[in-house]
């Protein structure tokens, strides 16, 4: 009996049964619908509140690569924080509520467990990627009245990846730490630890640490390495993740 359609579906109902459903959606729509109008009038609001002042700056209109440089920095920091938030407990609540436990008496594997998890989640943040980046397009078409597409959906697809290795990392941090805000410190420690690593002209340049930067660089239309290592390391990352929280799984006593 194949149990990863079962437990995928079982995935599939919690999202759409719980707050998760409405949530980050919700916040990846926001940003995506307000950024652009953010983007043109920032230069007009500042330009009003300093004007007659002493060395004040007349600053350009603002573009369509404003708007998108908008949307890549919410995807890489605010919604990234939100989704280490969200699962802190990926695992460990399920342990603890005994829902993995009674799941796991059926002719279910670990692994199957922990690959299906990660799998119908990922599924999730690339379809909420997807509808916030495809709404950024469409309100920066309307205000600005150009939106090529290149230089929004290849660094929106960069930063899901991005995403998704550190959503796989939840997943290993909270079948190792109890703790739902332990395992949301420990994704925070990580992202922290690679925006310093991305400073590294090496680790910008062959690792997911790369990602944001290269992202903006896109946006921007800036001279940019090539993503290709940071894609191939990227989803080395998420394999390897995947596999160290399907081994530690095994070993854990429910």
């Known amino acids: 009996m194949n149990s990863f359609p079962v437990l995928a579906r079982k995935e599939a109902q919690e999202?759409?049964?719980?707050?998760r459903i409405w949530v980050l959606p919700a916040m990846v729509i926001f940003f995506a619908v307000t950024g652009p109008p953010l983007a043109r009038i920032t230069p007009e609001l500042?330009?009003?509140?300093?004007?007659?002042?002493?060395?004040?700056?007349?600053?350009?209109?603002?573009?369509?690569?404003?708007?998108?440089?908008?949307?890549?920095k919410n995807l890489s920091q605010i919604i990234l924080f939100a989704v280490i938030i969200m699962y802190g407990g990926m695992v460990s609540t399920e342990v603890r509520e005994g829902t993995a436990a009674f799941v796991l008496t059926k002719p279910v594997r670990r692994s199957t467990f922990i690959t299906a998890k990660a799998a119908v989640h990922g599924l999730f943040l690339a379809i909420a990627f997807g509808l916030g980046t495809l709404a950024t397009w469409l309100v920066t078409q309307l205000v600005f009245g150009d939106a090529p597409a290149g230089r929004l959906w290849g660094p929106a697809l960069l930063l899901l990846l991005f995403t998704l290795v550190i959503l796989a990392f939840m997943e290993l941090f909270s079948v190792l730490i109890p703790a739902p805000a332990g395992a949301a410190g420990a994704g925070l420690g990580l992202y922290a630890l690679l925006a310093v690593g991305g400073a590294w002209d090496p680790l910008a340049s062959y690792s997911p640490a790369g990602v944001p930067g290269l992202a903006a660089a896109i946006t921007a239309d800036q001279?940019?390495?090539?993503?290709?290592?940071?894609?191939?390391?990227?989803?080395?990352?998420?394999?390897?993740?995947?596999?160290?929280a399907t081994l530690a799984f095994k070993r854990k006593e429910l």
């Open 223 to 244: 001279a940019h390495p090539s993503p290709v290592w940071p894609v191939i390391t990227g989803l080395a990352g998420i394999a390897a993740a995947v596999a160290l």
């Open 15 to 19: 999202i759409v049964h719980t707050w």
């Open 46 to 72: 500042l330009g009003s509140l300093t004007a007659g002042t002493p060395g004040s700056i007349t600053l350009p209109p603002a573009t369509f690569a404003d708007a998108y440089g908008q949307w890549v």
